[in-house]
């Protein structure tokens, strides 16, 4: 997560930088090889770089989502395996055994490791909405420069703060 949240965080310094050329001007000074080619302008770049933004932010987000919904995705981690019927009766037979301080501590370790994942998810959540949050204020700034592209330029930033307040942030 927070290598997506870097990523987008140094896109938007580029979309920034970008913003503040004109729209028409040339990216490269060099003439094309072609004449059918043409330089990457300013506006073409603002549209590649904030579809970027906007992927790796709707990525990011419903990752952190799917982690709050369903921990065990991320949690379980690369080749662990359920507990078996077979370790379910050893636990039984140890506690009945006077062995309960591994069931006990198990407890208070599963306890810890919620309480870390609550606090982790507070802090990679509010990374995430102060980069959504700059995102929206540049994708408004962008606007009016790539307003004349046959593209749609909706911007669905305020849908993804709104998923992060009312399922993430509110359910952590």
């Given amino acids: 997560m927070g290598t997506l949240i870097e990523l987008a965080s140094g896109t938007l310094d580029t979309l920034s930088h970008l913003i503040s050329r004109p729209a028409g001007q040339a990216l490269t ?6 004449p059918s080619e ?4 300013v506006s073409a770049a603002l549209l590649a770089t904030r579809r970027t933004i906007e ?12 982690w ?35 069931s006990s501590s198990r407890r208070e370790s599963t306890v810890m490791t919620e309480r870390m994942r609550r606090g982790l998810t507070g802090e990679i959540s509010s990374e995430l909405k102060a980069v959504l949050e700059k995102a929206r204020n540049l994708f408004a700034r962008s606007q009016p420069t790539t307003a004349g ?14 998923f992060l307040n009312q399922r993430v942030i509110g359910s952590s």
């Fill in 29 to 34: 000074m060099a003439s094309p090889t072609r």
């Fill in 38 to 41: 043409r330089p990457l302008d």
């Fill in 55 to 66: 992927a790796v932010l709707f990525y990011a987000t419903t990752q952190l989502g799917a």
């Fill in 68 to 102: 709050v919904m369903t921990p065990e995705l991320l949690d379980s981690g690369a080749g662990t395996e359920p507990d078996t019927a077979d370790d379910a009766a050893a636990d039984l037979a140890l506690i009945t055994h006077g062995e309960q301080r591994r």
């Fill in 149 to 162: 592209e046959n593209q749609s330029t909706a911007d669905i930033t305020n849908v993804l703060l709104g």
